[in-house]
T-cell receptor, first 109, second 117 residues
Framework: GQNIDQPTEMTATEGAIVQINCTYQTSGFNGLFWYQQHAGEAPTFLSYNVLDGLEEKGRFSSFLSRSKGYSYLLLKELQMKDSASYLCAVRDGNYQLIWGAGTKLIIKP | EAGVVQSPRYKIIEKKQPVAFWCNPISGHNTLYWYRQNLGQGPELLIRYENEEAVDDSQLPKDRFSAERLKGVDSTLKIQPAELGDSAVYLC???????????????FGAGSRLTVL
């Protein structure tokens, strides 16, 4: 079956750096997405990786290794507003989006 | 530009009652998705439309759920009769192009939170 694994919850300190990992096993691969979802709100797009390597967007970076079925989202200079759930989603060989359960990130002062 | 608009935001009903959710996607987006999300879980696809056509409804519980997208724009999702296990957030999303083109980023609405008592 197809599967995406992410840690359920992580805690980090304001101003620090945190890395949220995502491993996947899918039938084929056509891109990996990271979305941010604040409590009670809609998921919003953060990043898209389809080739191996690091994509940087301001304080957020996303890395992909297709051979390892692995991605991470790196958040730098953490702010309290970064407290949210981070969802990893993979588009499989049939172009279907497979979603992880999300990682709840708690930022402490 | 308005985003994806959903209504109602919240709905509380008793089991066995019907309920309907409405979605207006971003103008020009031809692909529309209905997802269900339970607390602490990722979105679960219920149905995907390409224009007026439902191209993936394999996960839609067709005995009680129905959806339509008239004229390829707005969409409604209906549950009749509702069961206790249907309590969840129903998310609508839209995207500009079909799923085989580029990033095909989904834009989500704020969701409709359903509570079935």
């Amino acid at each position: 079956g197809q599967n995406i694994d992410q840690p359920t919850e992580m805690t980090a300190t304001e101003g620090a750096i945190v890395q949220i990992n995502c491993t996947y096993q899918t039938s084929g691969f056509n891109g990996l997405f990271w979305y941010q979802q604040h409590a009670g709100e809609a998921p919003t797009f953060l990043s898209y990786n389809v080739l191996d390597g690091l994509e940087e967007k301001g304080r957020f970076s996303s890395f992909l290794s297709r051979s390892k079925g692995y991605s991470y989202l790196l958040l730098k200079e953490l702010q309290m507003k970064d407290s949210a759930s981070y969802l990893c989603a993979v588009r499989d060989g049939n172009y279907q989006l497979i979603w992880g359960a999300g990682t709840k990130l708690i930022i402490k002062p | 530009e308005a985003g994806v608009v959903q209504s109602p935001r919240y709905k509380i009903i008793e089991k066995k009652q019907p309920v309907a959710f409405w979605c207006n996607p971003i103008s020009g987006h031809n692909t529309l998705y209905w997802y269900r999300q339970n607390l602490g879980q990722g979105p679960e696809l219920l149905i995907r439309y390409e224009n007026e056509e439902a191209v993936d409804d394999s996960q839609l519980p067709k005995d009680r759920f129905s959806a339509e997208r008239l004229k390829g724009v707005d969409s409604t999702l209906k549950i009749q009769p509702a069961e206790l296990g249907d309590s969840a957030v129903y998310l609508c999303a839209s995207s500009l192009v079909g799923s085989t083109s580029g990033a095909n980023v989904l834009t989500f609405g704020a969701g409709s939170r359903l509570t079935v008592l």
